[in-house]
């Protein structure tokens, strides 16, 4: 159980142009979903934070109008790079939220990586 | 604010040798922390965690780690290490201390098994 799959797992695209990214909940709902950016040998850095029906939270730093989260079922969460750029290439992990205080954990999806030129 | 600190960008045991890898990290409430791995081209996979009660965690894997409060600790061991373990290895503390927000990540220590 707890399978998070994100689609594509691979993107390449043109400067300038948008690209969305899927994160699903394939067996179970998760009203909160996260959205991380992990950069070559460096550590994932939180982006924001996906709330079912609501709007995102964004760390500090990361653009919102540049990253839009949309967060429309239980199940699925998308971000999309609006206006691409090589430095926005990377790879983009989503996680969900199972379970109640005091045990929540996460669940990765295995990320998707973005290749902008 | 929280911060993890992984002592180590590149660990290389043999195999059946003990596998230590170090995590310190620094909260200002109550931590709630992680372990994950991470093998090539594939997502993060939980270990194990520590949330309350017994300092002592036992995860999958033949994985465990203590809880040292007075150290600010969280050291992820193994005593026999085995091929299959080569990986990534994140140390994480999630950020309000309820495991329920986004988490804060150390850099990663990259685990190398010697044959």
């Known amino acids: 159980g707890a399978v998070v799959s994100q689609h594509p797992s691979r993107v390449i695209c043109k400067s300038g142009t948008s690209v969305k990214i899927e994160c699903r909940s394939l067996d179970f709902q998760a009203t909160t979903m996260f959205w991380y950016r992990q950069f070559p040998k460096k550590s994932l850095m939180l982006m924001a934070t996906s709330n079912e029906g609501s709007k995102a939270t964004y760390e500090q730093g990361v653009e919102k109008d540049k990253f839009l989260i949309n967060h429309a079922s239980l199940t699925l969460s998308t971000l999309t790079v609006t206006s691409a750029h090589p430095e926005d290439s990377s790879f983009y992990i989503c996680s969900a939220r199972v379970g109640s205080y005091p045990g929540e954990t996460q669940y990765f999806g295995p990320g998707t990586r973005l290749l902008v030129l | 604010a929280q911060s993890v600190t992984q002592l180590g960008s590149h660990v290389s045991v043999s195999e059946g040798a003990l596998v230590l890898l170090r995590c310190n990290y620094s909260s200002s409430v109550p931590p709630y922390l992680f372990w994950y791995v991470q093998y090539p081209n594939q997502g993060l996979q939980l270990l194990l965690k520590y949330t309350t009660g017994a300092t002592l965690v036992k995860g999958i894997n033949g994985f465990e780690a203590e809880f040292k409060k007075s150290e600010t600790s969280f050291h992820l061991t193994k005593p026999s290490a085995h091929m299959s373990d080569a990986a990534e290895y994140f140390c994480?503390?999630?950020?309000?201390?309820?495991?329920?927000?986004?988490?804060?990540f150390g850099k990663g220590t990259h685990l190398i098994i010697q044959p």
């Open positions: 994480a503390v999630s950020r309000t201390g309820g495991g329920a927000d986004g988490l804060t």
